[in-house]
């Protein structure tokens, strides 16, 4: 179902016994005025972004990023504590994005403040990678080394780089961006290939078969997270020991599935 979240939360005390048959095409007041609003270029592509993305599905508000009251369809009560994202106080401003995607992320918020970039953050170098830089406002996408982002980076790391704190220049700085770029290549594979050996797991149909594939997929899962953390630390060499190490757990439960298939 999409956008539960959002749903129950005002769906359920004002409409009660109803909340069920209503939960199909109900959404939360934010977006469905906003929706209805004459909307600039720029909104409309903001709640078109919203929308398409994981958290428009997963039923995350606009107000878990803008803060306000989503009990409400009165626009004065809904706005209560929402602040134009230029202002210092509002959770979307630039400077405090990463702690307000980090309530629900707060892995990948811990493992930024362990980069080499969170100082240059917290000196409020705007060109520094944050949060919004490689996922988009919304979190509508997740840019690759290899697109758009490679200028970003080629700010500090490229061979012009002039900027005054300029990280790794030159030919060393391309360097690390192309490794950077290959990790992120084979995370994107070893994901696709994770996704193949679970479906080969429900298949399964010995119990006790599939609970030990089931071990296999955890252990498989837990290096995917220390690949994902070691990745938004900028740590390569951590990145490319959880790869390895999710490569050969991947590698190991096709076999077993192989040999011993019973599907
Ligand atoms: C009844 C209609 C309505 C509801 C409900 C509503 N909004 Fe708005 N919102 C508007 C309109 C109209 C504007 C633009 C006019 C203005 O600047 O006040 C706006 C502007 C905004 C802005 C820009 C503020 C600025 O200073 O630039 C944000 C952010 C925002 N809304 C977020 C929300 C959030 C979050 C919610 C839910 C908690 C919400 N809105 C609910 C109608 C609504
Ligand atoms: C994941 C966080 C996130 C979510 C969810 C989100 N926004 Fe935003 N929104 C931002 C950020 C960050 C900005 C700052 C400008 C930019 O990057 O586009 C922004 C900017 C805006 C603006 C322009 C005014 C301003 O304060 O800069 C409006 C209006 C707005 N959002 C409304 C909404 C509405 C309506 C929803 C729900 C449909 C929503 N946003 C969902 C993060 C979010
Ligand atoms: C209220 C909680 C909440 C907040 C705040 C939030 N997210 Fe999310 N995010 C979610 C949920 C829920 C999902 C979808 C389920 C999942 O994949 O875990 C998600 C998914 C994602 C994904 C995966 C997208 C995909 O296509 O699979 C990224 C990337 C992401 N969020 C980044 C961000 C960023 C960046 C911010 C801040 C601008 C942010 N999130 C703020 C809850 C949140
Ligand atoms: C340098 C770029 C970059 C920055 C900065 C960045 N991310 Fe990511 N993020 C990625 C990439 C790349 C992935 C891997 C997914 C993919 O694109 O295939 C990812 C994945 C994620 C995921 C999905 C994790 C999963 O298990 O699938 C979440 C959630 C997320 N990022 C949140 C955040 C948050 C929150 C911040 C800020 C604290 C942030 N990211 C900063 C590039 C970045
Ligand atoms: C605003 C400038 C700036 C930008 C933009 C920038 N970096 Fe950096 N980066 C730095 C600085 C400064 C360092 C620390 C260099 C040092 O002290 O060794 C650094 C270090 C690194 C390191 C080494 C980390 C470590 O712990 O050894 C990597 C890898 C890296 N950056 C990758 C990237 C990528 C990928 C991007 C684009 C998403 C990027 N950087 C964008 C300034 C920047």
Redesign the pocket.
């Known amino acids: 179902m999409k956008r539960a979240g959002g749903i129950v939360r005002w769906a359920v005390p004002v409409l009660a016994v109803a909340a069920l048959a209503a939960a199909a095409s109900a959404q939360?007041?934010?977006i469905?005025?906003?929706a209805?609003?004459e909307l600039d270029e720029a909104a409309a592509v903001h709640l078109r972004q919203f929308r398409d993305s994981a958290h428009g599905a997963a039923g995350v508000?606009?107000?878990d990023?803008?803060?306000?009251?989503?009990s409400?369809?009165?626009?004065l009560r809904?706005?209560k504590g929402?602040?134009?994202?230029a202002?210092r106080d509002?959770p979307?401003n630039h400077w405090n994005l990463p702690r307000t995607c980090g309530r629900c992320h707060d892995a990948e918020f811990q493992a930024l403040q362990q980069s080499a970039h969170y100082p240059l953050l917290e000196r409020r170098v705007r060109a520094a990678p944050t949060c919004r830089t490689c996922h988009g406002s919304v979190a509508a996408q997740s840019l690759g080394v290899e697109g758009g982002l490679q200028g970003r980076c080629n700010r500090c790391h490229g061979p012009d780089a002039d900027h005054e704190v300029a990280g790794i220049p030159g030919e060393a700085g391309q360097e690390a961006l192309a490794r950077g770029g290959r990790n992120l290549a084979r995370l994107r594979s070893l994901g696709q290939q994770r996704a193949g050996v679970s479906r080969s797991v429900l298949r399964l149909r010995d119990p006790s078969k599939r609970h030990e594939a089931a071990d296999a997929l955890f252990a498989i899962n837990d290096s995917w997270d220390e690949a994902i953390e070691a990745g938004h630390a900028f740590h390569w060499s951590d990145w490319e020991r959880a790869l390895d190490a999710m490569a050969s757990a991947i590698g190991e439960l096709r076999s077993a599935l192989e040999a011993g298939g019973d599907h």
């Open positions: 939360d007041p934010c469905d005025c906003h209805a609003q508000s606009c107000a990023c803008h803060g306000g009251n989503t409400t369809f009165v626009e809904a706005h929402v602040l134009n994202s202002h509002s979307a």
